[in-house]
């Protein structure tokens, strides 16, 4: 069953062999296109990853977001697979577990605030409130040894509950993906646990466009996922404890997270063309219903039609600049 799945999710994606049992293909979840020399989306014989969105999971999964099999035949390959060997828990990442140095390290590297606002126009007190920092990311090798990367990053520390769980890197322009996750981070819902009893919501995908929408309109508050394909079923009942007033879902304006009329019609229609396969449906729709049945007053942000394909917020944020200069 797993050589045929493969064979048919092969011949959809021709994936290109990356020399590990590996094969580098776009990512048919947020339509990241692979690019030689970078890890961005991958798939084996057992499994599916994007580094880029977070998607990930058995092939058999995989399949069914290609429409390569249907839902029953899902659940007989789920009660058909034999039970799961039991693993030992993973041990916690050792950087979590004191983290202090390495962000005094981050905190205090002397072109902090430049890197920064070269990437957005945040303000020093905007970089500090939210702790976003510099500096190189651990990571482990295959044998279990860690190293720190070559390259610098621009550094989000992901929280909850007070605790860092995550560190995540965004490209300063170099080699590799645009984002990263440090070997042992977790996806969080950044911000939600700011937000305020009866407050505005934005909730969006990149972490520093919500901040900049703070530092703009300090009345708001603003939350990110991450990318288009994080959402967690969890994070819709962490909001709902937080009892917002409002929460306005922001998604990119792609296919992804909440592209809808004309644009929504023309990438469907070039997703096809391009694979031959149904394409994948915007998130955005999905997270306000989550966020609806969690009791949460959520609506979809609608793009207008003059907005370039893949705008975020940001988009919104310099377009109203330059109506107020």
């Not at 035949?73 to 004191?98: G, I």
Request: hydrophobic share 40%.
């Amino acid at each position: 069953m797993t050589e045929e799945l493969f064979s048919q999710i092969h011949a959809a994606l021709l994936g290109r062999p990356n020399g590990r049992g590996w094969y580098d293909a776009d990512c048919p979840f947020c339509g990241k296109p692979a690019k030689r020399g970078q890890n961005h989306f991958g798939y084996s014989k057992r499994s599916y990853h994007c580094f880029v969105c977070g998607a990930r999971g058995p092939l058999v999964r995989l399949a069914a977001h290609l429409r390569l099999v249907d839902d029953a035949y899902v659940s007989r390959a789920t009660l058909a697979a034999p039970p799961p060997r039991e693993e030992e828990p993973r041990a916690v990442a050792r950087w979590r577990l004191n983290p202090d140095r390495l962000l005094a390290q981050y905190r205090s590297h002397p072109r902090r605030f430049d890197a920064w606002r070269r990437y957005k126009p945040l303000s020093e007190e905007t970089i500090v409130r939210h702790d976003f920092a510099l500096g190189k990311l651990p990571f482990r090798r295959e044998d279990g040894s860690w190293y720190m990367s070559r390259q610098e990053w621009l550094i989000v520390p992901l929280y909850e509950d007070g605790q860092l769980v995550g560190l995540r890197g965004r490209n300063l322009g170099g080699f590799g993906p645009k984002w990263i996750s440090a070997t042992g981070s977790s996806y969080t819902l950044w911000g939600v646990d700011q937000v305020k009893p009866g407050s505005v919501v934005w909730l969006c995908e990149n972490y520093v466009d919500a901040a900049w929408l703070m530092q703009e309109y300090p009345e708001w508050s603003a939350v990110a996922i991450g990318g288009a394909t994080t959402w967690r079923a969890e994070w819709a009942d962490r909001m709902a404890a937080r009892r917002p007033e409002l929460v306005v879902v922001a998604l990119d304006n792609d296919l992804a997270g909440a592209a809808r009329g004309e644009t929504l019609r023309r990438l469907q229609q070039e997703w096809i063309q391009e694979r031959g396969t149904r394409p994948p449906r915007p998130n955005g729709p999905r997270i306000v219903n989550s966020l609806r049945r969690a009791g949460v007053n959520a609506l979809l942000f609608r793009w207008p039609e003059e907005a370039p394909v893949k705008a975020g917020l940001d988009w919104i944020l310099a377009q109203r600049q330059k109506a107020a200069a």
